[in-house]
């Protein structure tokens, strides 16, 4: 063995899946002079890797997960790791084989092959399956077990053998040390290295580790129940470690997968079961290892008996090893990866499962690499998502006993918490409350999504307000959102927007440090604004935001709720650290109203005043002509200090009004008052976000606008570029003389009657456009054509669906199909590009 | 042919057994508990007799609430009667324990009749008595024999082999009588699911027994001293073979 | 008064784990000031009184009845248990082996008084009238204990091999007495014998060596079945093995395979996966033989060699035939 290092460019800690493709992958892509230790012996040092039952089925409806799921079955595959056996999901109740129709169109999406199977067809397949308590199944013959083991090792070495890493197991982290914000040292029980980059990749372990640099990866371990019984004659006789394919049993939570001559049978249905990353023992200590604690079996027999219905001859076979194996979950149930908010240069690549391991080892060694990965956009991964209060324990406790019984639920893309609510609540919540809000959660703010109260208006408004027969396509939805936004387009709505995040930026550097991080030039007035997208180093979207400035030195950022950790951390990580700027998180400083429609300015009228040159206190003229669109002015509203941005999001003329939080409750009173008349409403997140966005075709981060896509393909490209560097700027450029691969696009149902005779509406959880002969669009650089949006569009009449298209069918009045619960509709081309269906001179936002 | 079967709860630990700081027990914080591996192997050789002979297996531990769960480990693997004598808080020594539990199988027998067999474990994996059975096999009044290998019956005649370094030693004991049995004289079975479903079913009946404490006393636990490596590195490559060869004599394994 | 000793033997041939036991007591009865003394059971062990003559013992109990022929436990419990009532020793030590607790633990519960098993030291300040502390072995000796045995009479076993025989010759009085035996002790002499038995399974073997993927082919397992064969035992594989056709299924040790508690486990070329750890934690000892010194299987057996599985299991087993002067 060789000497033991006191330096290294980069330290990776932990030798499971991730750690050992990390290093692979980082060595493959350049990097020398690694050092990988582990706490535990080669090649299973202890963790969950060793434990785990090592299936991959593909199917996933989130995009980010679906893709790193692929590329790592890819890469199993590469090396050899990967045992084809395919896989069947099956059904014991009715909402299951709807879901199942939501699977097949999923699997669409990403192009996996999948069918649908009767009982007598699933049977076929497995005969030893009780086929009568199941009423189908959702077949995936390119499930896999693979190696995870074997697959590290193979990864580790392949860097070794480059000579670009050292490998030390059986190797204690003591202490991580920090200079200046940034990571300095590892302390280990061997021995102290200096290292430039330090890589957590320790599994249920890595808070722990992450915490003794200060930085925090909230993650629990969590115990997921399994059990081997065997001996088996009809899988014995089989001769082969995978016969079978593996059977997931949706509805009771449970997997049965074939090894070799005996069964594992898994769970995730028993009652959450916590651990501290501090209390689980030892190598030594521990009778298996020390993620394989000892089985809770009250926990496990209501699933034993569940098992023996599907499959009877699991009744007599001896359970000859059942764990309490241990796994990491998170408040979002999505991994935490990149490089921790509270300390440079120390990585975190935790909360990984075995299926998306490698993937994610190529997209953290990109990240470490180019500055954003380029494998996908990591943006529900993203360590620096969470705020404060979902770092915690409470919080972690709280949502991950939430939805770890939904490991194989049917969950709905608009589906809320139910715990750790009310974290976070607006000074109007008293006011909303009354109205009957619906409150939906938006990372810890209770903001309405519809109200009540408005439900009168759906009278005035019938038939504009569509009914959904379908309970999935109405569950966390209601048609009174369509009679808001139409009020709102007739008169005048307000809308609670404290969700939003101000950054304030201050000093001398301030204007040469945005330029920097911005595409659009943001040297503009004082008083005026810019909307601008950030860029990747790779050119595409990192963020979308608005900027104000309000002094020569003093720009204040404006994002969302969804992006405010990863905006703040994007700024503070690239912010000069030389004092000429300063940063102040001014979000929970400051509540804001959005009030819009054609009587918004008669409304604000009323209400705005401001102090003249003579000290005198006087009605403030609110006209276009004197405070056009864009900018931004200080005022005084029935005597509250706020600050009026001229804006919307939603296409009408109208105001994001800023004050301090607590004005708030005055300045909602004093707005709904000077509104009456006008027959002022409350108008949730349902029109603000969905019906009143989708008509002007505004597109979101994270929806439409991903690190996959470039400004030109989004259509928010200017016609000028900036003189100043930026981040992304060389790509930016080339992506501008390039032909777009994709273009975003609007379409339109055509029919959305399904072949039961009901009116569907997509939910926009990434359904496939495909030709009309039901082709999948896939563009020249793999992307393919997926509803990133849909909602309805009460103005037009019609149900709408943003997508990005590849030039030749991006044409509009094109007819297209969208696949949805498994069938196919007519969609229509109505909008290639930026330009708003809905008005679509912006001649409602600039009157 | 009635058999009773005395199991221990013990935990199942690591390579490395913590102690509470107290030094008064076993640090089972995140152990699970099994039978105790002797009484694990008796329990499945009185299965084994039971389904050549007939008759029934009854299982009886002498333990906190808790001992239950190895209750229905042993009913799950075939016994079809329990018995908890419960006591609270620490173990209580192998006087009391062989005391109570002849006071117990009294109780048992005046009730429903001899047990034809009593089976012991040969000694308990945590304390490591080598007493209990015997003890109470002198208060019962019963023959006798520890560390049988494998166990016979015939013509109400118990025909016990324990090994020794010669070969197997032959005893014969006229039934009722006592056994301790020594693990390796059958691979236990596991439960099987069904059998796991049916042992909660399985009614625990409770004997309640008094009994004076004994003479030993248990003070403090400690850890042997800890060896620098945990892994005796015997030798590296062929040159290791005479090292190999001293530690297989040394175990008795060389002869 | 007295320290007095159980001396073990076979049908009259002493067993080496009594002159431990011997010279352990001698030590204690220093201590206290007093005698040792030892007691043989049946007139067929009356010659071993030379030995144990040897050893320091004043007095050498010799327990006569026409019964005492073979080993019997009850027979034997009962005999110790009238020579103790009648030398009254303050402390009784018995051998650390199957038949030493066990005649302890008869006479302890024929006696009614407390047994102290596998002790391995006793406390240096015991005077011989005081409770007794000591040092014993719990968990196979992963744990030690600090125990107090309060009697008139202390009843101890001495762990095996914990205590050097070392000579101190004396000597030495006999005293034969004639113990009472009643039909309850008859039934558990030992009535027959049998040789040890060739064909071992791989459950009950004393020695597996077992292979893994680092055997690389079924017909490397040839070495591997030579030294199994040299010492008794048999061979055993990793699931890799199986899943690669190299060996049956049956061979198969682990959590899909067989668990076994052989007194040795030698692992040639296994990485120690935890399945097959499940399978093979039970046993007495484990000599890994790998490459890689860091390997599961390395850190988790007691004993290693770091070499190449082909070279040196072959040395192995010549090592073993030139001491077998094969």
Same mark, same amino acid.
């Given at each position: 063995?060789?000497?033991?290092?006191?330096?290294?460019?980069?330290?990776?800690?932990?030798?499971?899946?991730?750690?050992?493709?990390?290093?692979?992958?980082?060595?493959?892509?350049?990097?020398?002079?690694?050092?990988?230790?582990?706490?535990?012996?080669?090649?299973?040092?202890?963790?969950?890797?060793?434990?785990?039952?090592?299936?991959?089925?593909?199917?996933?409806?989130?995009?980010?997960?679906?893709?790193?799921?692929?590329?790592?079955?890819?890469?199993?595959?590469?090396?050899?790791?990967?045992?084809?056996?395919?896989?069947?999901?099956?059904?014991?109740?009715?909402?299951?084989?709807?879901?199942?129709?939501?699977?097949?169109?999923?699997?669409?999406?990403?192009?996996?092959?999948?069918?649908?199977?009767?009982?007598?067809?699933?049977?076929?397949?497995?005969?030893?399956?009780?086929?009568?308590?199941?009423?189908?199944?959702?077949?995936?013959?390119?499930?896999?077990?693979?190696?995870?083991?074997? @697959?590290?090792?193979?990864?580790?070495?392949?860097?070794?053998?480059?000579?670009?890493?050292?490998?030390?197991?059986?190797?204690?982290?003591?202490?991580?040390?920090?200079?200046?914000?940034?990571?300095?040292?590892?302390?280990?029980?061997?021995?102290?290295?200096?290292?430039?980059?330090?890589?957590?990749?320790?599994?249920?372990?890595?808070?722990?580790?992450?915490?003794?640099?200060?930085?925090?990866? *909230?993650?629990?371990?969590?115990?997921?129940?399994?059990?081997?019984?065997?001996?088996?004659?009809?899988?014995?006789?089989?001769?082969?470690?995978?016969?079978?394919?593996?059977?997931?049993?949706?509805?009771?939570?449970?997997?049965?997968?074939?090894?070799?001559?005996?069964?594992?049978?898994?769970?995730?249905?028993?009652?959450?079961?916590?651990?501290?990353?501090?209390?689980?023992?030892?190598?030594?200590?521990?009778?298996?290892?020390? @993620?394989?604690?000892?089985?809770?079996?009250?926990?496990?027999?209501?699933?034993?008996?569940?098992?023996?219905?599907?499959?009877?001859?699991?009744?007599?076979?001896?359970?000859?090893?059942?764990?309490?194996?241990?796994?990491?979950?998170?408040?979002?149930?999505?991994?935490?990866?990149?490089?921790?908010?509270?300390?440079?240069?120390?990585?975190?690549?935790?909360?990984?499962?075995?299926?998306?391991?490698?993937?994610?080892?190529?997209?953290?060694?990109?990240?470490?690499?180019?500055?954003?990965?380029?494998?996908?956009?990591?943006?529900?991964?993203?360590?620096?998502?969470?705020?404060?209060?979902?770092?915690?324990?409470?919080?972690?406790?709280?949502?991950?006993?939430?939805?770890?019984?939904?490991?194989?639920?049917?969950?709905?893309?608009?589906?809320?918490?139910?715990?750790?609510?009310?974290?976070?609540?607006?000074?109007?919540?008293?006011?909303?409350?009354?109205?009957?809000?619906?409150?939906?959660?938006?990372?810890?703010?209770?903001?309405?999504?519809?109200?009540?109260?408005?439900?009168?208006?759906?009278?005035?408004?019938?038939?504009?307000?569509?009914?959904?027969?379908?309970?999935?396509?109405?569950?966390?939805?209601?048609?009174?959102?369509?009679?808001?936004?139409?009020?709102?387009?007739?008169?005048?709505?307000?809308?609670?927007?404290?969700?939003?995040?101000?950054?304030?930026?201050?000093?001398?550097?301030?204007?040469?440090?945005?330029?920097?991080?911005?595409?659009?030039?943001?040297?503009?007035?004082?008083?005026?604004?810019?909307?601008?997208?950030?860029?990747?180093?790779?050119?595409?979207?990192?963020?979308?935001?608005?900027?104000?400035?309000?002094?020569?030195?003093?720009?204040?950022?404006?994002?969302?709720?969804?992006?405010?950790?990863?905006?703040?951390?994007?700024?503070?990580?690239?912010?000069?650290?030389?004092?000429?700027?300063?940063?102040?998180?001014?979000?929970?400083?400051?509540?804001?109203?959005?009030?819009?429609?054609?009587?918004?300015?008669?409304?604000?009228?009323?209400?705005?005043?401001?102090?003249?040159?003579?000290?005198?206190?006087?009605?403030?003229?609110?006209?276009?002509?004197?405070?056009?669109?864009?900018?931004?002015?200080?005022?005084?509203?029935?005597?509250?200090?706020? @600050?009026?941005?001229?804006?919307?999001?939603?296409?009408?003329?109208?105001?994001?009004?800023?004050?301090?939080?607590?004005?708030?409750?005055?300045?909602?009173?004093?707005?709904?008052?000077?509104?009456?008349?006008?027959?002022?409403?409350?108008?949730?997140?349902?029109?603000?976000?969905?019906?009143?966005?989708?008509?002007?075709?505004?597109?979101?981060?994270?929806?439409?606008?991903?690190?996959?896509?470039?400004?030109?393909?989004?259509?928010?490209?200017?016609?000028?570029?900036?003189?100043?560097?930026?981040?992304?700027?060389?790509?930016?450029?080339?992506?501008?003389?390039?032909? *777009?691969?994709?273009?975003?696009?609007?379409?339109?149902?055509?029919?959305?009657?399904?072949?039961?005779?009901?009116?569907?509406?997509?939910?926009?959880?990434?359904?496939?456009?495909?030709?009309?002969?039901?082709?999948?669009?896939?563009? @020249?650089?793999?992307?393919?054509?997926?509803?990133?949006?849909?909602?309805?569009?009460?103005?037009?009449?019609?149900?709408?669906?943003?997508?990005?298209?590849?030039?030749?069918?991006?044409?509009?009045?094109?007819?297209?199909?969208?696949?949805?619960?498994?069938?196919?509709?007519?969609?229509?081309?109505?909008?290639?590009?930026?330009?708003?269906?809905?008005? *679509?001179?912006?001649?409602?936002?600039?009157? | 042919?009635?058999?009773?079967?005395?199991?221990?709860?013990?935990?199942?630990?690591?390579?490395?057994?913590?102690?509470?700081?107290?030094?008064?027990?076993?640090?089972?914080?995140?152990?699970?508990?099994?039978?105790?591996?002797?009484?694990?192997?008796?329990?499945?050789?009185?299965?084994?007799?039971?389904?050549?002979?007939?008759?029934?297996?009854?299982?009886?531990?002498?333990?906190?609430?808790?001992?239950?769960?190895?209750?229905?480990?042993?009913?799950?693997?075939?016994?079809?009667?329990?018995?908890?004598?419960?006591?609270?808080?620490?173990?209580?020594?192998?006087?009391?324990?062989?005391?109570?539990?002849?006071?117990?199988?009294?109780?048992?027998?005046?009730?429903?009749?001899?047990?034809?067999?009593?089976?012991?474990?040969?000694?308990?994996?945590?304390?490591?008595?080598?007493?209990?059975?015997?003890?109470?096999?002198?208060?019962?009044?019963?023959?006798?024999?520890?560390?049988?290998?494998?166990?016979?019956?015939?013509?109400?005649?118990?025909?016990?082999?324990?090994?020794?370094?010669?070969?197997?030693?032959?005893?014969?004991?006229?039934?009722?009588?006592?056994?301790?049995?020594?693990?390796?004289?059958?691979?236990?079975?596991?439960?099987?699911?069904?059998?796991?479903?049916?042992?909660?079913?399985?009614?625990?009946?409770?004997?309640?027994?008094?009994?004076?404490?004994?003479?030993?006393?248990?003070?403090?636990?400690?850890?042997?001293?800890?060896?620098?490596?945990?892994?005796?590195?015997?030798?590296?490559?062929?040159?290791?073979?005479?090292?190999?060869?001293?530690?297989?004599?040394?175990?008795?394994?060389?002869? | 008064?007295?320290?007095?000793?159980?001396?073990?033997?076979?049908?009259?041939?002493?067993?080496?784990?009594?002159?431990?036991?011997?010279?352990?007591?001698?030590?204690?009865?220093?201590?206290?000031?007093?005698?040792?003394?030892?007691?043989?059971?049946?007139?067929?062990?009356?010659?071993?009184?030379?030995?144990?003559?040897?050893?320091?013992?004043?007095?050498?109990?010799?327990?006569?009845?026409?019964?005492?022929?073979?080993?019997?436990?009850?027979?034997?419990?009962?005999?110790?248990?009238?020579?103790?009532?009648?030398?009254?020793?303050?402390?009784?030590?018995?051998?650390?082996?199957?038949?030493?607790?066990?005649?302890?633990?008869?006479?302890?519960?024929?006696?009614?008084?407390?047994?102290?098993?596998?002790?391995?030291?006793?406390?240096?300040?015991?005077?011989?009238?005081?409770?007794?502390?000591?040092?014993?072995?719990?968990?196979?000796?992963?744990?030690?204990?600090?125990?107090?045995?309060?009697?008139?009479?202390?009843?101890?076993?001495?762990?095996?091999?914990?205590?050097?025989?070392?000579?101190?010759?004396?000597?030495?009085?006999?005293?034969?007495?004639?113990?009472?035996?009643?039909?309850?002790?008859?039934?558990?002499?030992?009535?027959?014998?049998?040789?040890?038995?060739?064909?071992?399974?791989?459950?009950?073997?004393?020695?597996?060596?077992?292979?893994?993927?680092?055997?690389?082919?079924?017909?490397?397992?040839?070495?591997?079945?030579?030294?199994?064969?040299?010492?008794?035992?048999?061979?055993?594989?990793?699931?890799?093995?199986?899943?690669?056709?190299?060996?049956?299924?049956?061979?198969?040790?682990?959590?899909?395979?067989?668990?076994?508690?052989?007194?040795?486990?030698?692992?040639?070329?296994?990485?120690?996966?935890?399945?097959?750890?499940?399978?093979?934690?039970?046993?007495?000892?484990?000599?890994?033989?790998?490459?890689?010194?860091?390997?599961?299987?390395?850190?988790?057996?007691?004993?290693?060699?770091?070499?190449?599985?082909?070279?040196?299991?072959?040395?192995?087993?010549?090592?073993?035939?030139?001491?077998?002067?094969?």
């Amino acid at each position: 063995m060789s000497q033991f290092p006191t330096r290294a460019k980069c330290v990776v800690i932990g030798a499971g899946i991730v750690g050992n493709c990390l290093v692979g992958h980082l060595s493959k892509l350049g990097w020398t002079d690694m050092v990988q230790i582990d706490k535990g012996p080669l090649p299973n040092p202890g963790g969950s890797t060793g434990h785990a039952s090592n299936f991959i089925f593909p199917t996933d409806h989130n995009k980010e997960m679906a893709l790193l799921t692929l590329a790592s079955q890819k890469q199993y595959i590469e090396l050899g790791m990967n045992n084809t056996c395919g896989g069947i999901e099956v059904a014991r109740t009715p909402e299951r084989l709807e879901e199942f129709n939501r699977r097949m169109t999923s699997a669409k999406s990403w192009g996996i092959d999948a069918k649908l199977l009767t009982p007598a067809e699933i049977k076929e397949l497995v005969p030893f399956i009780n086929e009568k308590i199941l009423l189908g199944g959702f077949y995936t013959p390119s499930v896999s077990v693979v190696d995870s083991l074997q @697959t590290g090792t193979l990864m580790r070495e392949s860097a070794v053998a480059a000579g670009n890493l050292q490998v030390f197991a059986n190797t204690e982290v003591l202490d991580l040390e920090v200079e200046n914000g940034t990571i300095k040292a590892v302390v280990t029980n061997k021995g102290r290295i200096e290292a430039e980059f330090v890589v957590v990749a320790c599994g249920v372990w890595s808070p722990r580790i992450a915490a003794m640099a200060g930085a925090n990866i *909230p993650l629990t371990p969590a115990v997921h129940q399994m059990a081997d019984v065997g001996p088996i004659d009809i899988l014995q006789q089989s001769n082969k470690e995978l016969a079978y394919p593996i059977i997931r049993d949706m509805d009771t939570f449970c997997y049965e997968r074939q090894s070799s001559g005996s069964m594992e049978v898994g769970s995730y249905a028993h009652r959450a079961i916590f651990m501290h990353p501090d209390d689980i023992p030892s190598n030594e200590a521990s009778a298996l290892s020390p @993620t394989e604690l000892p089985l809770t079996q009250d926990d496990f027999d209501p699933q034993m008996e569940q098992a023996i219905d599907l499959m009877e001859m699991l009744g007599d076979a001896e359970i000859k090893y059942a764990i309490n194996g241990l796994l990491s979950l998170t408040p979002d149930a999505m991994p935490v990866l990149g490089e921790t908010v509270e300390v440079r240069n120390l990585w975190s690549a935790a909360a990984v499962w075995i299926k998306e391991g490698p993937g994610i080892a190529q997209l953290v060694a990109e990240w470490m690499t180019y500055g954003y990965p380029h494998l996908c956009d990591p943006h529900s991964s993203d360590i620096s998502r969470f705020y404060a209060h979902e770092k915690t324990d409470h919080h972690i406790y709280a949502r991950c006993d939430e939805h770890f019984n939904k490991t194989y639920g049917i969950v709905h893309p608009r589906e809320q918490w139910g715990t750790q609510r009310n974290m976070r609540r607006s000074p109007f919540f008293p006011r909303e409350e009354a109205a009957g809000a619906t409150f939906f959660d938006a990372r810890g703010w209770e903001r309405p999504q519809w109200f009540a109260s408005n439900a009168k208006l759906m009278d005035k408004f019938k038939g504009q307000c569509e009914s959904r027969p379908s309970e999935w396509d109405a569950r966390w939805w209601s048609p009174i959102t369509n009679a808001e936004h139409l009020q709102m387009r007739e008169s005048v709505g307000m809308v609670d927007l404290t969700a939003f995040n101000e950054f304030d930026f201050t000093g001398p550097g301030t204007m040469a440090f945005l330029q920097y991080m911005c595409v659009n030039n943001v040297d503009v007035p004082v008083g005026r604004s810019v909307y601008t997208p950030l860029l990747t180093q790779g050119g595409g979207f990192r963020g979308d935001l608005t900027i104000m400035r309000l002094g020569a030195n003093h720009f204040r950022v404006i994002t969302g709720a969804f992006d405010g950790g990863r905006d703040k951390y994007w700024f503070t990580k690239y912010m000069p650290q030389d004092g000429s700027v300063t940063f102040t998180d001014m979000s929970s400083a400051l509540c804001t109203i959005g009030v819009w429609g054609p009587n918004a300015e008669k409304t604000m009228a009323k209400a705005t005043q401001n102090i003249n040159a003579e000290g005198k206190l006087v009605p403030f003229d609110v006209s276009q002509a004197n405070f056009p669109y864009g900018s931004v002015r200080e005022v005084l509203i029935d005597g509250v200090p706020a @600050t009026m941005f001229r804006i919307s999001y939603v296409g009408e003329n109208g105001w994001e009004i800023y004050t301090k939080m607590e004005h708030g409750l005055r300045l909602w009173d004093s707005i709904a008052e000077a509104g009456k008349e006008f027959e002022i409403i409350p108008v949730g997140m349902g029109v603000y976000a969905v019906t009143g966005r989708i008509e002007k075709g505004y597109r979101l981060m994270g929806a439409e606008l991903e690190s996959e896509y470039n400004p030109m393909e989004a259509g928010l490209n200017r016609a000028k570029v900036k003189s100043a560097d930026f981040i992304g700027k060389a790509e930016y450029m080339k992506a501008r003389d390039e032909k *777009p691969a994709a273009i975003m696009c609007t379409l339109e149902m055509i029919d959305n009657t399904s072949k039961s005779g009901i009116k569907r509406f997509p939910t926009g959880g990434n359904e496939p456009i495909l030709t009309k002969d039901g082709q999948r669009i896939v563009d @020249t650089k793999g992307r393919v054509s997926r509803v990133t949006t849909a909602g309805a569009a009460p103005s037009l009449g019609k149900y709408l669906l943003l997508a990005y298209l590849t030039p030749e069918h991006a044409v509009e009045g094109n007819e297209l199909r969208v696949m949805y619960m498994n069938e196919m509709y007519p969609v229509r081309v109505a909008r290639v590009g930026s330009q708003p269906l809905f008005d *679509p001179t912006d001649a409602r936002m600039k009157s | 042919m009635n058999i009773l079967v005395c199991v221990k709860r013990v935990p199942a630990p690591g390579a490395r057994i913590n102690i509470t700081e107290d030094g008064q027990q076993v640090d089972t914080a995140f152990l699970g508990f099994t039978v105790s591996p002797h009484e694990e192997c008796a329990v499945e050789a009185a299965v084994q007799l039971v389904e050549k002979h007939g008759g029934e297996v009854t299982v009886l531990t002498l333990g906190d609430v808790l001992a239950e769960e190895q209750l229905r480990t042993a009913a799950s693997v075939g016994a079809v009667k329990a018995v908890l004598v419960p006591i609270e808080g620490m173990d209580w020594d192998a006087q009391r324990t062989a005391s109570a539990i002849s006071s117990a199988i009294t109780a048992l027998e005046t009730a429903n009749g001899t047990f034809d067999l009593i089976l012991f474990g040969n000694e308990s994996a945590d304390s490591c008595g080598y007493q209990v059975g015997v003890r109470a096999a002198v208060k019962l009044g019963r023959p006798m024999v520890n560390g049988a290998k494998g166990i016979e019956l015939a013509d109400g005649v118990a025909t016990i082999r324990r090994e020794s370094d010669a070969g197997q030693e032959i005893y014969k004991l006229p039934l009722p009588a006592c056994i301790g049995v020594r693990e390796g004289i059958n691979l236990p079975r596991y439960p099987t699911m069904k059998g796991r479903l049916a042992s909660k079913k399985v009614e625990i009946q409770r004997t309640e027994i008094s009994a004076e404490s004994g003479g030993l006393q248990m003070i403090q636990l400690q850890r042997p001293p800890e060896r620098v490596s945990n892994t005796q590195i015997l030798g590296t490559g062929p040159e290791a073979a005479s090292a190999v060869v001293d530690l297989l004599v040394e175990l008795g394994v060389f002869k | 008064m007295s320290v007095l000793v159980v001396v073990e033997h076979d049908r009259g041939t002493m067993t080496p784990a009594s002159l431990g036991a011997l010279t352990a007591g001698r030590n204690l009865a220093k201590q206290i000031n007093t005698t040792l003394e030892a007691v043989t059971v049946g007139a067929n062990a009356d010659a071993l009184s030379d030995a144990i003559s040897a050893y320091g013992a004043t007095t050498v109990h010799q327990a006569h009845h026409a019964a005492l022929v073979d080993f019997g436990p009850e027979a034997w419990g009962e005999s110790v248990a009238q020579v103790v009532r009648k030398s009254s020793p303050q402390v009784v030590i018995g051998c650390g082996t199957e038949r030493g607790h066990e005649v302890i633990a008869q006479v302890a519960a024929r006696l009614d008084l407390p047994a102290s098993m596998n002790c391995i030291e006793f406390d240096a300040s015991f005077d011989g009238v005081q409770p007794l502390r000591m040092t014993r072995a719990r968990w196979g000796g992963s744990l030690l204990e600090n125990a107090q045995l309060d009697a008139s009479i202390k009843l101890v076993t001495l762990a095996n091999h914990t205590v050097e025989p070392v000579e101190a010759p004396t000597p030495t009085n006999i005293a034969v007495i004639n113990v009472e035996l009643d039909a309850s002790v008859m039934h558990s002499f030992v009535r027959d014998r049998v040789e040890r038995v060739a064909g071992v399974t791989l459950a009950t073997a004393p020695v597996v060596v077992s292979g893994g993927r680092g055997v690389g082919s079924a017909e490397a397992f040839g070495p591997l079945e030579e030294l199994a064969g040299l010492l008794g035992g048999i061979v055993g594989c990793s699931r890799a093995v199986t899943n690669n056709g190299w060996r049956n299924h049956t061979d198969q040790v682990g959590q899909t395979g067989t668990r076994i508690a052989p007194d040795i486990y030698i692992a040639c070329g296994i990485s120690g996966a935890i399945q097959h750890w499940v399978g093979a934690m039970a046993s007495k000892n484990i000599l890994a033989i790998n490459t890689d010194r860091e390997a599961n299987i390395v850190t988790k057996a007691g004993y290693a060699v770091i070499g190449d599985l082909h070279k040196v299991v072959p040395a192995i087993s010549e090592e073993i035939r030139r001491r077998r002067g094969l």
